[in-house]
């Protein structure tokens, strides 16, 4: 028998402004799989993320979801100056129960000691926002996430601005998330990276190019189209396919 699904996407299309930013996508999400959401700039990757989590609406097709989300946003989206510890920047993802750090119970504060934990930053939990490195607080954003334990999580561009040992660590962190049979949706213009250690690609340009594993999209002409390439791009090169 096949895995539950844990999202389903089924010919959503997204208008904002009065036009069309997003044309009949679909695709599903099963346990496990760790999807890399790629295209160019303006394809609608932040577009669908936001309409997945609720935060705009479609204009036709639908969304179902079957799965506890949890959301990691771009870490340009923080203000990481505000006056804040780690184990209180993770506890905010329980504020839409209890109000108040004060009022959360002990099982609220040991969820978020073993969120810092999963992702190695237990040592640092009553430390500044300010102080964190880059590749720290995206991890951080992580744990957040993780805090109320979804099953499946949208990850908005987490490699952005990090090193490569940065990298590798979270790389290491998703894969083990999915080995656990948490689904993963994450937006990436690290291409190579995405074809390395994701289970499934989504190519987007305004609507649905191609959905299979890595494996399945080695066309060049595919990649050509939807990044607006030539033959000898450097991008086809990075990917083996010229």
Known sequence: MSNPQLLNVDNVSVRLGGRDVLNNVSFH????????????????????????????????GSIERHAKLGYVPQSRQIEWDYPMSLEQLVATSFIPQRPWFSRLGRNEWEAVYHALETVGLADYSERALVELSGGQKQRLLVARALVTQPSLLLLDEPFTGLDHPNQDSLTDLFTSLAQQGVGIIMSTHDLPAAVDMCSHLLMLKRTMRAFGSPAELRDPQLWMDTYSVRADSSLLKSLGLA
Do not use: D, F, H, Y
């Not at 999400?29 to 609406?57: C, D, F, H, S, Y």
């Open 29 to 60: 999400v099963e346990p496990g799989q760790l999807i890399g959401l790629i295209g160019p700039n303006g394809a609608g990757k932040t577009t669908l993320m936001r309409a997945i989590n609720g935060l705009l609406p479609t204009s036709s």
